[in-house]
């Protein structure tokens, strides 16, 4: 499965969205290409809040040179959130747990519980595929189809 043949429901991941807020970034026009998916008859596009809170230490921090002022981050993260037909998914406690449950069988620790909890969120409301960078991040989760539209 490739982005030009994408279909039905459709999580994207936090690199995808900071490329898209980046003029500079050679990602840049491919992020926008992806964001304009929202857009596609038979595709509905997903975000999490855990997406958005991400957003804003990569933007203000050292990896984005320069760095972001804190209100411009803010402002970029809004304006992502508030994208028409790009639906912002919350998180839960049972998500947590789903989280968990999948750290523990997976045997996964330290900061890589986040791409879990995308994952439960995922899984819990019928998403079966991410576009992200991190594309091995998410390989071996059952149910899951990462594609990697930088590739």
Known sequence: MTVENLAGRVLVDTNV??????????RHQRAQEILALRNRAGVDLFIS???L???YPN?????????DSPALAREKIQAISRLRGLTVLPLTLD?????????VTGGITRQKYFDQQLAALMLR???PVILTENDKDF???EGITPINPFA
Do not use: F, W
């Open 53 to 55: 809170a991400e957003m």
């Open 125 to 127: 409301e019928d998403i």
């Open 95 to 103: 998500g947590v747990h789903r989280a968990l449950d999948l750290c």
């Open 49 to 51: 809040v855990q997406n």
């Open 139 to 141: 390989s071996s989760i």
């Open 59 to 67: 933007l203000t921090g050292p990896k984005n040179q320069p760095p």
């Open 17 to 26: 969205l900071i490329y898209a807020t980046l003029a500079a970034d050679r």
